[in-house]
T-cell receptor, first 111, second 113 residues
Framework: QKEVEQNSGPLSVPEGAIASLNCTYS??????FFWYRQYSGKSPELIMSIYSNGDKEDGRFTAQLNKASQYVSLLIRDSQPSDSATYLC???????????FGTGTRLKVLA | EAGVVQSPRYKIIEKKQPVAFWCNPI?????LYWYLQNLGQGPELLIR????????DSQLPKDRFSAERLKGVDSTLKIQPAELGDSAVYLC???????????FGAGTRLSVL
């Protein structure tokens, strides 16, 4: 079983700060990486995808990928209380459309 | 455009009873996934369909779980008989052909008493 690991948290940051969420994966053949946000009692919602090494920015969100280190991260700038949720990292298996999810990191943004 | 629709939203049954979940994917999405999500965990794949073909059911407990996707559109997931440990949220997701994007339904929360 391929693994995706995340710190379960909770990660607490003050409003306006940068939240940094991390994810490591074991399958070197993985090519696609995703961050989902899941509010309590709701379904996962895709917020970022990244396929190449380096950074990808979308508004307040930046995804970072380092395939050599098998590491993907999500930065949330100017964190807001509405960002409080669980963030799930998902990785595809090899070149397939099968995805393995991490356990998620619970983020709390304190007003 | 309507999203992925799942029903029912909630289901409470006694152990050993059967239960079925229904999913209607986004129109035109050929790939359909069923996931199980336990509290505090990420979604775990149960089965993946490409059109009406189950291309990955390696993690589906086939002694009690079954699924079908007739005509490559709607899908049902069945558990018979249900066990206490089956209490979880069952999520359905769909993807457009060849795309690495999954859209999730609201899920069905199952409680087995």
């Amino acid at each position: 079983q391929k693994e995706v690991e995340q710190n379960s948290g909770p990660l607490s940051v003050p409003e306006g700060a940068i939240a940094s969420l991390n994810c490591t994966y074991s399958d070197r053949g993985s090519q696609s990486f995703f961050w989902y946000r899941q509010y309590s009692g709701k379904s996962p919602e895709l917020i970022m995808s990244i396929y190449s090494n380096g950074d990808k920015e979308d508004g307040r969100f930046t995804a970072q990928l380092n395939k050599a280190s098998q590491y993907v991260s999500l930065l949330i700038r100017d964190s807001q209380p509405s960002d409080s949720a669980t963030y799930l990292c998902a990785v595809n298996i090899g070149g397939t459309y099968k995805y393995i999810f991490g356990t998620g990191t619970r983020l709390k943004v304190l007003a | 455009e309507a999203g992925v629709v799942q029903s029912p939203r909630y289901k409470i049954i006694e152990k050993k009873q059967p239960v079925a979940f229904w999913c209607n994917p986004i129109s035109g999405h050929n790939t359909l996934y069923w996931y199980l999500q336990n509290l505090g965990q990420g979604p775990e794949l149960l089965i993946r369909y490409e059109n009406e073909e189950a291309v990955d059911d390696s993690q589906l407990p086939k002694d009690r779980f079954s699924a079908e996707r007739l005509k490559g559109v709607d899908s049902t997931l069945k558990i018979q008989p249900a066990e206490l440990g089956d209490s979880a949220v069952y999520l359905c997701a769909s993807s457009p052909d060849g795309k690495n994007i999954q859209y999730f339904g609201a899920g069905t929360r199952l409680s087995v008493l």
